[in-house]
């Protein structure tokens, strides 16, 4: 195992290539776990450095591809020109439930496909008559949110008083989600823009959107899942764990989520909080505003799903707490089988992340499950509470790396090597063209899902499928055949 020493040295080499401007820049976004009491303080959600390439999206990326766009039974309307829609279109595979084109809109693209004279002359007649088109083309939509794009923002156009005009219309919400790609350095701002307009559109206004079922009654075992996208179908064996453990999910904001769970949620005991970084805005709203609690938990190998389960059912009764050790004991014998299955074909492998949200730190875990090691890891677009938690998960001599740039994400991993490197779609071939086992850790390269216990063994597998693929042997470049 290299020394911290060591690990900086490499820092300070790749760091070389950069002219002396750049290069001062970006050592404040590298470093090493020095040891077991340090936090990862590296600099993050700063502006990337211009002209070294940044894998970050755009605030639209995180306001329509991530919070809003999985609430299933809306239409999310991207307002712009029709890339921005089209790239972001369907690319997180936020499974869910219905009938698409019907009562289900999750997996279609909805675009006011700006022009050259909408520029000129401003889009908002174009916008009041594409949610008229809406209405009738999809009458059983529960309303519609409208993400703008960066030319919605350079020429000023008002979406909140289309929003407001159009809800009185059709009597149902539309919600404007001003989130131009231009906004901040990353697309975490576009998380807290959606965040704030739950917040300032929706609660508001959530007695007369409420839907309540036929013979509700509150009970003291409520909880939302808040910041789980059902990713691969992840909510689905979270949610279930959770109901095992005896208590009721109301509503799953957004992975397979409904406009009317969005509103329910102030009637939870708890928030549980999976993605951190996308959803915190709105739990300490709703801790301030209704008194609700809220916690972060990690349903990613079973030595976190165990320590998760505990710290919820703490929340609650005797009752609770006996049936979550129920479940963690129900599930010991399973997992004990899998990690003995794949442990010994992984044992020892080391692992290189780079990946958003909360996943450089909440995967680490299940990676150490199965004796595997993870010797880097970073994010696009964490802040300065994302590393310090992620100091809690790492070990000492771990590379620590913030929005790391693909020239310095290849020079690390040519240097350490890793046995895999977990990373996202744009940095999949690169790694892949260099003999290195590759899994797409944003969604899960087509598989999953990857949480609570059903999904640890399709991860387990995954890994071992990745890893132990006997083509990494054949690849060559032509020339040295």
Same mark, same amino acid.
């Given at each position: 195992m290299a020394t911290v020493e060591e690990r900086k040295e490499l820092i300070g080499e790749v760091l070389e290539a950069y002219p002396a401007k750049a290069k001062k820049l970006r050592s404040k976004h590298l470093d090493v776990k020095a040891d077991a009491a340090a936090d990862c303080g590296v600099k993050s959600n700063k502006k990337s450095v211009p002209g070294v390439m940044t894998t970050r999206g755009c605030a639209y990326a995180g306001a329509k591809g991530v919070v809003w766009g999985p609430v299933k039974d809306m239409v999310h309307l991207s307002h712009g020109p029709v890339g921005c829609g089209y790239y972001s279109w369907s690319g997180r595979r936020n499974y869910y439930v219905g009938t698409t084109g019907v009562d289900t809109f999750g997996t279609m693209q909805f675009t006011s496909d700006f022009q050259e004279r909408d520029i000129v002359f401003g889009g908002d007649k174009k916008l009041d008559k594409v949610i008229n088109e809406l209405e009738e083309l999809?009458?059983?939509?529960?309303g519609t949110t409208i993400e703008s794009e960066c030319p919605v923002g350079l020429i000023g156009d008002d979406i909140e008083?289309?929003?407001?005009?159009?809800a009185k219309e059709t009597g149902k919400p539309v919600v404007p989600v001003r989130c131009e790609g231009f906004r901040g350095v990353s697309q975490s701002l576009g998380h807290h823009i959606a965040n704030d307009t739950v917040r300032d559109w929706v609660l508001p206004k959530a007695d007369e959107y409420r839907k309540l079922p036929n013979g509700f009654e509150p009970s003291p075992y409520d909880v939302n899942i808040v %910041? =789980?996208?059902?990713? %691969?179908? =992840?909510a689905w064996p979270s949610r279930k764990l959770l109901e095992d453990a005896g208590l009721r999910v109301i509503s799953q904001f957004s992975g397979d989520g409904s406009f009317n769970e969005v509103v329910m949620a102030p009637l939870a005991k708890l928030n549980l909080i999976h993605c951190y970084r996308s959803m915190n805005y709105i739990c300490r709203f709703m801790e301030e505003k209704y008194g609700i609690g809220w916690l972060e938990y990690n349903f990613f190998g079973p030595t976190e799903i165990a320590k998760s389960l505990r710290k919820i059912a703490e929340q609650f009764d005797e009752t609770i707490q006996a049936k979550a050790e129920a479940v963690i004991?129900?599930?010991e014998a399973r997992m004990e089988s899998i990690i003995a299955k794949y442990r010994p074909r992984l044992e020892g492998k080391t692992v290189m992340?780079?990946? %958003?949200?909360?996943?450089?730190?909440?995967?680490?875990?299940?990676?150490? =499950?199965?004796g595997m090691k993870v010797i880097g890891t970073g994010y696009e677009f964490g802040h300065a509470d994302d590393y310090k938690r992620t100091a809690n998960y790492v070990e000492e001599g771990t590379l620590i790396y913030d929005d790391v740039s693909g020239y310095e994400f290849e020079a690390f991993a040519k240097e350490l090597n890793p046995d895999l490197i977990a990373a996202g779609i744009k940095e999949k071939y690169v790694f892949q063209k260099m003999a290195l086992p590759f899994r797409q850790m944003h969604s899960w390269d087509y598989s999953g899902p990857y949480h609570g216990y059903d999904g640890f063994e399709v991860f387990a597998?995954?890994? =071992?499928?990745?890893?132990?693929n006997?083509?990494?042997g054949l690849i060559n470049a032509p020339w040295k055949a």
């Open positions: 999809f009458p059983l939509s529960q008083a289309v929003a407001r005009r159009k %910041g =789980d996208y059902n990713i %691969g179908g =992840d004991a129900e599930n992340m780079m990946v %958003g949200g909360l996943r450089p730190r909440h995967v680490i875990p299940a990676f150490k =499950d199965l597998r995954d890994m =071992d499928l990745a890893i132990n006997p083509t990494w």
